[in-house]
């Protein structure tokens, strides 16, 4: 989303805090701010710990208002754009590494492992740089990816659900990386993991 788009709909919603009420306010700005400043921005987070602060409400107001403010100056001072265009820049590179192992999945000539190399190098190198993003430490010994799905789901960044995926993931990519063609070798099969861990990454990760 533009960053003119977004400044717009922040300022709807401090404009109307004479008129929501505390509630209401409340939860239109987490959510604006959870979703496009993230869960670890200060501004998020400030507005997070309100819900368990006892204060009277036209107090969590005006801490609400200033929140959704300081984050349009934010946006208004260009740092913003900086980190959607680095953002904008990434998710490109990535897309790019599917187009192309897409063709590969078309390319009857091409063994279906090769494919797996790909979306499993991918998908690895964008799980760790997620978490390093995030300041989480991580142990060198668990550098995989059920090392990573394991440090995500504990930071309640991800699902169970994503954890079994990835799991399941991981055997392909290492039965590719292993040379065990056989394990690998159904073209339908890895198409469901390409279509998978792109769908995971799109919801996660790229915008």
Known sequence: METATLIT???????????????????????????????????FEIIDMLKNQDMCESD????????????????????????TLQQKAKTEITLDFFDKAKVMLKDRKTHPAGVVVVIGIVLEESLKTWIEELGIKRDSKKDDLPGYAGILEKAKLILRQDVTDILHWNRLFTHALKGEWEEVNDRKRITIMYEGVLLFLRKYIIQ
């Not at 922040?10 to 409340?26: E, F, H, P, V």
């Not at 969590?60 to 900086?82: H, N, P, R, W």
């Open 60 to 83: 969590k107001i005006k801490i609400i208002y200033d929140q959704v403010e300081a984050f349009i100056e934010y946006m208004e001072s260009g740092l913003f754009q900086t980190i």
């Open 9 to 43: 709909q922040a300022k709807k919603i401090i404009n109307r805090y004479q008129t929501d009420s505390g509630t209401k306010l409340y939860s239109k700005a987490r959510e604006f701010l959870r979703v496009h400043a993230g869960e670890k921005s200060t501004f």
